[in-house]
């Protein structure tokens, strides 16, 4: 196992090399630059008339060349892509990923500022899913063709067809627009007089901002991960050892809770590595609806600024975060089921 996991670490390299290579060319040849954003923004701004005579315009065309070459070496944009990719490499080594052109900050500052918002709706949907769903689904293949069964999956079944967004709006109109009841928040994570509260009022506080947008967060993957593991643990049931056990005649939850449930979580804990990818997790649409500065509407709003920057180190971070979440989920592969060998 260990020669496997030095194996795939090794493997990384060359794969985080391949992926910030393609996206560092794409975004550099799609149309648009931070250039022609700046530009645009001095334009807007007054910065560069675009109006008077002839002998003006001549003039304006003069300076404009002058702020673009200005503008091209003040953020580097004087050399090559291939250059520019190789400093960035460079930089990398000190995870130096270089500066906003939106937010004139450190990258890093820039994502670390956005961090807790995504981090916390991620990390609190995951705990949530796994502790409600592999119980819910174990439960539903125990009663298999049961009342309970046949409701519970209606209702995942209707709440799968709901979208988080679609799920969003309409709490907020019920919930939170004073239309019908104005129960929950909207809008950041916390109340203004957050800092006077006591220990177990800020506690109530953040669950009280927390309820709406995170039925949004888990609506879909709630419903996802309560039918997977249904169906594995049926198709365990069918199986010849658990005939035998009961043949020995061991008691049901025995049966159910040592001998099947461990071969049923093999196909959940695929999603076990995804537990580092919640750290930088975002949904520009929720976020939106809901008013949270998270790294979903970050990502977007880098995209149509041309923050390359930004986006390089978004790309870069989130590839590390999904390459060791795989091997993770290797590993618990592993552990929940020895078998299994790697090596």
């Known amino acids: 196992m260990l020669n496997y996991i ?153 709440m799968y067809s709901i979208p988080g967004f679609m799920l969003g709006i309409l709490l907020i109109v019920f919930f939170a627009g004073g239309q019908f009841f104005e129960w929950f928040p909207v809008g950041e994570l916390y109340s203004d007089e957050y800092e006077y509260l006591s220990f177990f009022g800020k506690i109530g506080d953040r669950i009280h901002h927390f309820i709406l947008p995170l039925c949004s967060y888990m609506i879909s993957q709630f419903t996802v991960l309560t039918m997977l593991q249904k169906n594995s643990m049926l198709d365990e049931i069918k199986k010849d050892y658990v005939r035998t056990a009961r043949a020995k005649g061991l008691p049901e939850k025995i049966v159910y809770l040592k001998h099947t449930l461990r071969n049923a979580l093999i196909p959940i804990v695929t999603g076990i590595g995804s537990f580092l990818s919640v750290f930088f997790a975002g949904s520009l649409l929720i976020e939106t609806i809901f008013n949270l500065d998270g790294m979903g509407l970050l990502g977007f709003q880098s995209l149509l600024s041309r923050d390359y920057n930004v986006i390089m180190g978004l790309i870069f971070i989130q590839s590390v975060l999904m390459l060791v979440g795989n091997l993770i989920s290797d590993i618990a592969y592993v552990i929940v089921d020895p078998r299994i060998d790697f090596s």
């Open 6 to 158: 030095i194996r795939r670490t090794l493997a990384m390299i060359p794969t985080l090399f391949g992926i910030t290579l393609i996206v560092f060319m794409i975004i550099n040849l799609a149309p648009g630059s931070p250039i022609e954003q700046k530009i645009q923004q001095m334009r807007f701004g007054g910065g560069i008339s675009n109006t008077g005579s002839e002998g003006s315009n001549k003039g304006d065309k003069a300076v404009s060349d002058e702020v673009v070459e200005a503008l091209k070496k003040q953020y580097g944009f004087d050399k090559p892509v291939h250059i520019r990719y190789l400093l960035w490499l460079k930089n990398l080594a000190t995870l130096d990923f270089g500066e906003s052109f939106t937010y004139e900050e450190p990258v890093i500052d820039v994502i670390v500022s956005k961090f807790p918002v995504s981090l916390q709706f991620g990390v609190i949907s995951l705990f949530l899913s796994y502790l409600i769903c592999v119980p819910l689904g174990v439960l539903k293949a125990v009663k298999n063709g049961s009342k309970f069964d046949y409701l519970s999956s209606f209702l995942i079944m209707v």
